[in-house]
C-alpha cells in the first residue's frame, strides 16, 4: 500500500508538471508572435515614410544609402547610370553621361539636328534689316577720262581734228538713296574735273603749238540697284543709272609768235552710268565703301564724247 500511495504521487506530480509546462510554452509563443508583428508593423511604417520622403527628394546616389537599405528603384542590368530617379516620378528625368557608352541614347524628340552644310538653316538678313531704310554716303576719288578729240579751226585756216590728251583728275559726290530689301534706288550729285593738253603745229611748216585746257562735268543721276550680302557685314552692289550732265570743256592754244587761241564750250547733255561697290558695315549706323563708276557723258559742240572711270571711297550714315 505504501508503495503503491508513493507510485500515484509521483504520476500526479508529473501529470502537473507537464500540465504546467504546456501552459508556460504556449503564453510565451504567443508574446513572441505579438512582438513580432509589433516589429514587422513598425518596419512597415519606417519603411512607407522613407519611401514617401525619396519621392519628395533629389535624386540620391546608391553608394550614399545605409547599408542595410537598398535603393527603391528598378535598376536595369544594362544600365549604369551613376543617377537615378524613381519610377513613380514621370516628371524627372535621369541624366545622361554622353560620355559612357552605357548610357541610354535619347530619341530623336530629344535634340533637335542642324545640319551646317545647309545654306538655308541660318539664313542672311537682307540689306535693309541690316543696314536700315535709308541712307546718305559722301564720297571722294579720282577719276581717268578716255581720250577724246576737238574740232576747232583756225583764222584763215581749215578745221583741225586733235586728240586730246586727258590726265588723272580728282572727284567728289554725295548720293541718298531708299533700300527695299536688297533693291535699292538712289539719287546723286557728282562733280568731277581734269586737266587736258593738245600738241599741233600751223599748216605750211608754221610753228609748233601747244594747249592746255580743263574738263569740269557736274552730274545729277538717279540708280536702280541690288546688294548681295556675303555675310552680315560686307556686301556687294551693282547698280545702273541715267542723269544730266552740265559738261564744260575749255582751253587755251599759245602760238608762239605772241597770240594766245581760246575754245571753249558748256552744254548740257545727256549721261548713263554703271556702277559696282563693295561696302563694310562698321557699325549700326556707319559703313565703308570703295567702289568703281562709269559714265559716259555726251558730246558737246567741238568735243567727243567722254567716257569717265570713277574710283571713289565712301562713307554712308544709315537712318
Not at 553608394?63 to 535603393?71: T, V
Not at 546718305?136 to 581749215?158: A, H, R
Not at 539719287?187 to 568731277?192: D, E, L, N, S
Request: charged share 20%; aromatic share 12%; hydrophobic share 35%.
Amino acid at each position: 500500500m505504501k508503495f503503491k500511495g508513493i507510485y500515484l504521487l509521483f504520476c500526479l506530480l508529473f501529470f502537473y508538471s507537464s500540465v504546467f509546462a504546456q501552459n508556460d510554452g504556449s503564453e510565451v509563443s504567443r508574446s513572441q508572435i505579438f512582438d513580432r508583428l509589433e516589429a514587422r508593423a513598425k518596419s512597415l511604417a519606417t519603411r512607407m515614410q522613407e519611401m514617401v520622403e525619396q519621392d519628395s527628394s533629389p535624386p540620391v546616389s546608391p553608394s550614399n544609402l545605409p547599408k542595410d537599405q537598398s535603393p527603391s528603384v528598378f535598376v536595369p542590368p544594362s544600365q549604369t547610370s551613376p543617377s537615378l530617379v524613381p519610377e513613380s516620378d514621370p516628371v524627372k528625368s535621369t541624366r545622361i553621361d554622353l560620355k559612357s557608352p552605357e548610357s541610354p541614347i535619347p530619341d530623336d524628340r530629344t535634340f533637335t539636328i542642324v545640319d551646317e552644310e545647309n545654306e538655308e538653316y541660318i539664313p542672311i538678313a537682307s540689306s535693309q534689316e541690316l543696314n536700315g531704310d535709308y541712307y546718305i554716303m559722301p564720297s571722294l576719288g579720282f577719276v581717268l577720262t578716255s581720250e577724246s578729240k576737238v574740232n576747232y579751226k583756225f583764222v584763215g585756216q581749215q578745221n583741225e581734228v586733235k586728240d586730246l590728251d586727258n590726265e588723272i583728275g580728282s572727284g567728289v559726290g554725295i548720293r541718298a538713296g531708299i533700300r527695299l530689301d536688297n533693291f535699292f534706288t538712289e539719287f546723286g550729285i557728282k562733280y568731277t574735273s581734269s586737266d587736258f593738253k593738245i600738241y599741233g603745229a600751223l599748216p605750211n611748216n608754221g610753228p609748233i603749238y601747244t594747249g592746255v585746257g580743263i574738263v569740269d562735268i557736274l552730274n545729277f543721276n538717279a540708280r536702280l540697284g541690288y546688294t548681295f550680302q556675303v555675310n552680315e557685314q560686307l556686301s556687294l552692289s551693282g547698280s545702273a543709272g541715267l542723269g544730266l550732265a552740265n559738261r564744260k570743256n575749255s582751253f587755251d592754244i599759245d602760238l608762239g609768235i605772241g597770240t594766245n587761241f581760246n575754245i571753249g564750250s558748256s552744254e548740257t547733255v545727256l549721261s548713263y552710268d554703271v556702277g559696282f561697290s563693295l561696302c563694310y558695315l562698321i557699325n549700326e549706323n556707319h559703313l565703308l565703301s570703295l567702289g568703281y563708276n562709269y559714265a559716259n557723258v555726251a558730246k558737246i559742240s567741238q568735243f567727243d564724247a567722254l567716257n569717265l572711270h570713277y574710283f571713289e571711297l565712301g562713307w554712308g550714315i544709315n537712318f
